[in-house]
């Protein structure tokens, strides 16, 4: 099973990237899927996360300007990025809780990351 990500790159404040995340493999079923990012220096911290239902949380610094969505028949999730500030540059992972065929629990898996850079 993989998490591929995609989506990354250089943009000026205020404008808008959309990452996407796609789970490859044979896979039974898929649980949450989150973001991630990493900034230089700094810990890794929760984006955003949906839940196979589609209940979505948001870290406070995104609320209003990032939107995480799933489409469960492709088993990839989205992050739509508006109004990105410089403070947002990190790389982004993918992050999502799988079953796999002949697992017996879920596990969780990560995507490479992508990198998001924001001038000023």
């Known amino acids: 099973v993989q998490l591929q990500a995609s989506g990354g790159g250089l943009v000026q404040a205020g404008e808008s990237l959309r990452l996407s995340c796609s789970a490859s493999?044979?896979?039974?079923?898929?649980?949450?899927m989150s973001w991630y990012r990493q900034a230089p220096g700094k810990q890794r911290e929760l984006v955003a996360s949906i839940s196979k239902k589609e209940s979505t949380k948001y870290a406070d610094s995104v609320k209003g300007r990032f939107t995480i969505s799933r489409d469960n028949a492709k088993d990839t999730v989205y992050l739509q990025m508006n109004g990105l500030k410089p403070e947002d540059t990190a790389v982004y992972y993918c992050?999502?809780?799988?079953?796999?065929?002949?697992?017996?629990?879920?596990?969780?898996?990560w995507g490479q990351g992508t990198l998001v850079t924001v001038s000023s």
């Open positions: 992050n999502a809780d799988l079953l796999h065929v002949g697992a017996t629990w879920f596990n969780e898996y």
């Open positions: 493999g044979p896979i039974f079923s898929i649980d949450a």
